[in-house]
């Protein structure tokens, strides 16, 4: 058995074990579906999805919900409801909002929490929203986050909220992004601040606290004049952790701002770190063939490939290879067999081995990407902020198969504004669910 699918088995397992009890393509539970990677299954199912390969404004839309305010939470999909979140543009109120699945009617729209006197996104507004953290689902239950502004739990048919957290404080900065995991009877959630950086695992029948660690990095950015630094930004991360499991010993990759951490999910304890000079990371890692591969910030970053095992800082032992810009700034990489996958802020599309980090190809396909790419049925989905999805088949010589655009006006046959895709896709059984600035589609042919 080829050493990539013993990694995605292995993942497969940690996630079965941890509540989602996962059903393959027909929920997507977390930010980046049932496995933590992008993929709609595993590679030992040959069976077809059977995502369509074409749509717009008018083909194989199967229904259009308008959201209201303002979230680029990706969403989460299980038992025919799909759920995601918002909020005002000014951070006041924060809302939940379920869809049933195959009618695409509104079932929930609930304000959740509230803040008097929320602290303005600044330049972050840009590219961040009070409503970026994704939900999380497990069978009977839905776990929404705002970071410091508020975290709940849901029964998701009752519709009832079961508890609720607004204790644990960040200061964001630029809006909190990391998503919520799911792991055994913890919901663990990172909150990566200017003030404050740390984990914390609450109990996810109660939402007690079990463990919380803080970031072990030490910082030496005081003595740097530079206006953006003493606010801090160089202090900040958005990732979402990755679970995995190696050595048959479970752990929980995290990167934040100056490293990235392996931590004991069960109990927080940190077993080893790699050092960088870099922040605001956004990018989800990926796990392989015994490696974690990240990307290490936001401005002048590189992907590094770090081998899983030792203890402490592992920097100088345990770095197989590194690249330097261009990587992503927002969009997570995606896996498929030995190759990995990147979308550029700009334009690109690039493929890298994953064993190297040797490049492969390099094409330009326009846009600005910054939600997450997918793979299903044997193809890349790539999704832009112009509205647009490219479609590739995986694979050492670049192949596009399909473009398609949301935003067409069938009637008059003129373009209007693109909704534009800044929230990462979902997909369930044969359908697609795409969040743009304001509207969830649900995308499926006949």
């Known amino acids: 058995m080829r050493l990539d699918r013993v990694s995605t088995c292995i993942l497969v397992l940690v996630i079965l074990t941890s509540g989602w009890q996962a059903s393959g393509s027909d929920s997507w539970p977390d930010f980046r579906g049932p496995w933590g990677t992008g993929h709609a299954s595993t590679p030992e199912n040959s069976l077809p999805v059977g995502l369509p390969l074409h749509w717009s404004e008018t083909e ?64 972050g507004a840009k590219a ?26 849901l029964d998701s048919s009752s519709f009832k909220v079961i508890w609720k957290r607004d204790d644990l404080p960040c200061r964001h900065y630029r809006g909190a992004s990391s998503s919520p995991v799911l792991f055994e009877n913890r919901l663990i959630l990172t909150f990566d601040g200017a003030d404050l950086q740390y984990h914390v695992a609450l109990d996810k029948q109660t939402g007690k606290t079990i463990w919380k660690t803080n970031r072990s990095v030490k910082w030496n950015d005081e003595h740097i004049d530079r206006p953006m630094v003493r606010e801090g930004d160089w202090r900040k991360a958005h990732s979402t952790p990755l679970i995995f499991s190696a050595e048959g010993k479970r ?38 063939n015994g490696r974690v591969i990240f990307v290490t910030g936001f401005s002048r970053s590189e992907m590094w490939a770090v081998r899983v095992g030792g203890t402490g800082d592992v920097t100088a032992s345990h770095v197989d290879w590194k690249i330097k810009a261009p990587v992503p700034r927002y969009s997570s990489p995606i896996q498929v067999n030995d190759l990995i996958y990147i979308a550029y802020e700009e334009s690109f599309v690039s493929c890298i081995e994953a064993a190297t980090g040797e490049k492969v190809w390099k094409e330009r396909i326009g846009g600005k990407f910054r939600a997450s790419p997918i793979y299903a049925d044997g193809r890349l989905y790539f999704f832009s902020q112009e509205g647009i999805t490219t479609i590739l ?27 534009g895709f800044t929230a990462s896709p979902a997909v369930a059984g044969k359908a697609l669910f795409l969040r743009t600035r304001d509207s969830l589609y649900r995308i499926e042919s006949d």
């Open 60 to 123: 194989n839309v199967e229904w259009k919900t308008e959201i209201p305010h303002l979230g680029i939470s990706t969403p989460v999909v299980l038992d025919g409801q799909v759920w995601l979140t918002t909020a005002t543009e000014d951070g006041h109120e924060f809302f939940v909002i379920c869809i049933d699945a195959e009618t695409g009617k509104t079932l929930l729209n609930e304000k959740v929490f509230s803040s008097e006197n929320p602290e303005s996104l600044g330049n």
């Open 251 to 288: 752990r929980m990759f995290s990167v934040g701002a100056k490293a990235a951490y392996a931590y004991d999910p069960m109990n927080g304890q940190e077993i080893w770190k790699v050092e960088f000079h870099n922040w605001s990371v956004a990018p989800r890692p990926i796990f392989h």
């Open 393 to 419: 088949k995986p694979g050492r010589t670049f192949q596009l198969l399909a473009t398609n655009k949301l935003g067409e006006d069938a009637q008059s046959g003129k373009s209007q504004r693109l909704p």
């Open 128 to 153: 961040n929203s009070y409503a970026t953290p994704s939900a999380v689902i497990e069978p009977g239950r839905v776990y929404i986050h705002f970071g410091s502004f508020g975290t709940a739990c």
